[in-house]
């Protein structure tokens, strides 16, 4: 069974950091894009960060610079540092994949596959 397990929201103050972990079961990351998306009350989920399975990137514009997406492929857990958070990163972060060997990532919610059940971040100002 496939399944992914987020983990590491909560509560943080204007420019504080967290740390999101999403671990896989029941398949690889090896051979999936993977990605972060988010949505806050009243707005549609939007995707925040992805990485292909060969590495390549993808930021929401506004957390270029201070949030970064890894993979940690022997834990099979996928990670996204979230530093100098602000009120509006307030959401629920969601984790998910997409059976994919292409080296171009997409944000797009359609292209993915399995997803977890999410987290929730408040940032307090």
């Known amino acids: 069974e496939v399944q992914l397990v987020e983990s590491g929201g909560g509560l943080v103050q204007a420019g504080g950091s967290l740390r999101l972990s999403c671990a896989a079961s029941g398949f690889s990351f090896g051979d999936y894009a993977v990605g972060w998306f988010r949505q806050a009350p009243g707005k549609a989920r939007e995707g925040v960060s992805c990485?292909?399975?060969?590495?390549?990137?993808y930021y929401l514009n506004s957390v270029k610079g201070r949030f970064t997406i890894s993979i940690d492929n022997a834990k099979n857990t996928v990670y996204l540092q979230m530093n100098n958070l602000n009120p509006e990163d307030t959401a629920v972060y969601y984790c998910?994949?997409?059976?994919?060997?292409?080296?171009?990532?997409?944000?797009?919610?359609?292209?993915?596959?399995?997803w977890g059940q999410g987290t929730q971040v408040t940032v307090s100002s």
């Open positions: 998910a994949a997409a059976e994919s060997l292409s080296p171009i990532v997409s944000p797009e919610l359609a292209q993915y596959d399995y």
């Open positions: 990485i292909s399975s060969v590495g390549s990137t």
